[in-house]
Structures are given as C-alpha cells and as structure tokens.
C-alpha cells in the first residue's frame, strides 16, 4: 500500500516558469510534511517542510501548500532555474505510532528546466 | 547546519566480501539513525533504524543477519553487509536527527555510499 502517492513523474519547465509537485497521503495520523531535494550520486538535502496546522509555507522560491482536508501537499517552485534540475521527493512521518518518527517518501519527481 | 557524513561513499568488491559503511553525525548526537537503499530512479527504502545502545530494528523484508547494524555511540552508526554478493549492489544512505531539539525536527542525509558487487 503506497502511503504516500508523488505526481508527475517528471516534468519539464522552462527557465523561469513555475514547477509543481504533487502528493497525496492516506494516513491523517501523519504530521510533518518535508520535501526533499536529491542530485544524481548525493544524498537527499531538505528542502522545505510543513505541518499541518499551516496551510502554506514559503521559503525562497520554494513554497508548501497544504490542504487538510484533501490530504494533498505541493510543492511550487518559483522562476525555475537549470540548477533546479533535479528528482525531488516528498515525505511524511508522525512523532508516535505505527511510523514513530519514520520518514515514508513519495515515489520522486525528476525535475528537469530548460535553459 | 546539521551535518552526516557518510564513508566510504563508493565501494567495488568482489562477491562473498563483507562491507563496512560508516554514518556520522559530525554536529550533533543521535540516538537514532537510519538506514536506507536506493536503487536506480526508484524511491528511497527505510532498510532499519539504528537505535544507540540497543538492537537495530529492521524493516519487514530486510535480513538482519545479511545487514549488520552497530550503533556504538550518539555519533556513530555502521551498516556491514555480509558476504556480499551482486544482488547487494545498491546506492546506500543513512539519516539523522538531532534528537535534542525535539519531534518534527527533519533528518538529515548523508552522501549514500555507492556499493558495487562483482
């Protein structure tokens, strides 16, 4: 059972556009949202995370939606840059229970702009 | 920033070969660390959670006699696969937390370490 579902698979974006990402989860015991960024041969590096009493955060050009009540995330990523190309994962974990801390990730997203 | 650091980040041995693979928390203590694996444009998967002074808790499907996990101290967590063979040749990462500052802090990821298996 996928916990947590990451759509597109990939996407193209033109320098300068917008990327969006999306996740949906199924278990409303979960309460930290985080999205992560990976580089080919790199260890995933933290973007950005969320929890579920905001309904949006913005960092930079990175900005978490969240809505609640359609268990769905999303990652928006403002004047998309070449450097930006890379696969981005999003996440979730609860502070107790059946996960007690454990990161379940989203299957990735290969991120690809265009110079 | 917090930092993990991972070593060796590439290994190429030959199959039947036992491979050590350090994880570092070089800023802060953990007590707990985990471990995961990453196959080519795939996801990552949790393969254990590394708790200090206490045994590994492994994920349903891992071999905890094929993955041998230590975690001898609050900086330090090591993942040996035993007796290696080509089906083990994996992209290996390990994670932490600072535990100090409380739940929802995020982990942070070491470098992975690129196994190859002759």
Same mark, same amino acid.
């Given at each position: 059972q996928q916990q947590v579902k990451q759509s597109p698979q990939s996407l193209i974006v033109q320098k300068g556009g917008i990327s969006i990402i999306n996740c949906a989860y199924e278990n409303t015991a979960f309460d930290y949202f985080p999205w992560y960024?990976?580089? $080919?041969g790199?260890? $995933? %590096?933290?973007?950005? %995370?969320?929890r579920?009493?905001?309904s949006e955060k913005k960092e930079g050009r990175f900005t978490i939606s969240f809505n609640?009540? %359609?268990?769905?995330f999303s990652l928006h990523i403002m004047d998309s840059q070449p450097g930006d190309s890379a696969t981005y994962f999003c996440a979730a974990s609860m502070a107790s229970g059946?996960?007690?801390?454990?990161?379940v990730f989203g299957a990735g997203t290969i991120l690809r702009v265009k110079s | 920033g917090a930092v993990v650091s991972q070593h060796p980040s590439r290994v190429i041995c030959k199959s039947g070969t036992s491979v050590k693979i350090?994880?570092?928390?070089?800023d802060f203590q953990a007590t707990t660390m985990f471990w995961y694996r990453q196959f080519p444009k795939q996801s990552l998967m949790l393969m254990a959670t590394s708790n200090e002074g206490s045994k590994a808790t492994y994920e349903q499907g891992v071999e905890k006699d094929k993955f041998l996990i230590n975690h001898a101290s609050l900086t330090l967590s090591t993942l040996t696969v035993t007796?290696?063979?080509?089906?083990?040749?994996?992209?290996?990462?390990?994670?932490?937390?600072?535990?100090?500052?409380?739940t929802h802090q995020p982990q942070h990821f070491g470098d992975g370490t690129r196994l190859s298996i002759l």
């Open positions: 960024q990976q580089f $080919p790199k260890g $995933p %590096a933290l973007l950005i %995370a969320i579920p009493d905001v609640k009540s %359609a268990k769905q059946e996960y007690g801390n454990k990161l | 350090e994880c570092r928390s070089l007796s290696a063979h080509p089906e083990d040749s994996s992209f290996y990462i390990c994670s932490a937390r600072d535990w100090a500052k409380g």
